[in-house]
């Protein structure tokens, strides 16, 4: 039995918690990997490099060589239709079930099951799934795809066409019963010990109207289905992945993905000094003001923390009530200044855009970010997600309609990062002069910027104002000696040095299939169970 999956534009730990999980199972698994240059669905898009750095037929090709017995993508919002497109594609030449997972289909899987090139979509966590999914495959060759019986998660339709629903099964509970990620996956394609990417824990305990956690946290039903959502590993375990990785990989630098890195203050503290003795590279880390004070800020920053990114959104505090936010302004500017004053870098993501929100609240945000001067200020357009309460709220509002809706389901929605993808909108000049202040503000003088306001920033074409806002952000990344950006512009190097021999010589056999990795040995320790907390 081989599982091949195919992913888009950088690593992904959904991906490789998944291969490791079949892989201890007994499953061989493969993977096929895009590197997007030039239009990763997400934040970097020039139309002219995209088109010619696109390899969408050298992944169908490099798929079918594979000659799978399961194909799996774990799909976002921004990914759907080129996930579509490339499972298409690849039916068309070999017969091949197709399983969809991830946020996406998690939130609308009746849309992705009218694809006639999905099979199956896993909703919520899937390693209990697709390994369930694989033992019925392996049992019953040539006799169909349909398994016998319901598999928890996961969704399919029958040869008459109906929905069948598997039971929704609660959250994974002990995450160290969990092997390691996968990382020899990705090792072909990416330099694993540059950044490392890992998570502590899984689960997080706000539900923001416009995040997915919002809804995925209620996937398995009734709160007694479903168990802890904010679940954690130990220390010893984390510390356990880490010292291997830096023996295997030399990690470099560690970004750990935890949607709040800082949940638990004891927890931390025993953390950070075992990272600090054991491992002893910088890291970057996601945190909330709910959850940063003096102590943790001079905790991260001895660890060695590179930096910090912190989701501010809105600063009007009456609007973020209405998000699901209820961190009061003192609060704000408290773990602001306590990781200003540690010496931390800050990132800090605002959107653009929320219905609704006074537009006065753009303003308040430009003296708040002029007062602790992050080093970035990550600026995203708004995007609605499928299943989000924004989503719902903005339909019945009628600030999208039905057919907006429908798009967005589909995988039609804004790009994060581009004014241009939106809609003509009479506020899109208003958003678009408080995006270049934001992304302008490293780069200014501290007198500069308390003399400058929006009304002093001139209308630009979209695409001008984005090239503006890309520069800077460049420049200030440069000032601030931004390892993840470098770390972004070597990854473009280490792609297009690959790619350009072939691309210059326009080679076009078809490229063969990698030879299998061996299975790892048995794990030394009996694995625990995955009983609930």
Known sequence: ?????????????????????????????????????????????????????????????????????????????????????IATRVKQQIDVPVIFGGVHPSAVPEVCLEESAVDYVCVGEGEESIVRLCEELAARPGSGRRPPQLIPNLWWRDEAGRTVRGPASGFVQDLDALPFWDKALWEHDLPIGTSYLTMNSRGCPFRCTFCFNNFFAKLPGPVANRGKYVRQRSVERCMEELVEAKRRWNIQFVDFEDDVFTLDKKWMRTFLTEYKREIGVPFACLVHPRFMDDDMARWLVDAGCDRVEMGIQTVDEEYKRKLLRFEKD????????AMSAAGLKMKLDHILGFPGEPLAAQAQAWELYKRYRPTRVNTYWLSYLPGTDMMREALESGSITAEDADAINHGQTRLFHYASSWKQDDKLKFYQKYDLLFRLLPLLPRALAERLTMERVPDLPSGVANAIGFIADVCGAALARDRETLIYARLYGHHMRKMLPAMLTRRTRPPEARPPRPLPAPPMEPLRSHNAA
């Open 1 to 85: 039995m081989k599982v091949v999956f195919a992913a888009l534009g950088q690593e992904q730990l959904g991906i490789s918690i998944l291969s490791a999980v079949l892989r201890r199972a007994g499953v061989e698994t493969s993977l096929v990997f895009d590197p997007a240059l030039f239009h990763d669905r997400y934040y970097f898009e020039i139309p002219v490099l995209r088109d010619l750095f696109n390899r969408d037929e050298d992944t169908v090709a490099r798929i079918v060589a594979e000659k799978p017995d399961l194909l799996a993508f774990s799909v976002l919002t921004m990914t759907y239709g080129w996930a579509v497109d």
């Open 330 to 337: 003192d609060l704000l500017q408290r773990a602001l200044a």
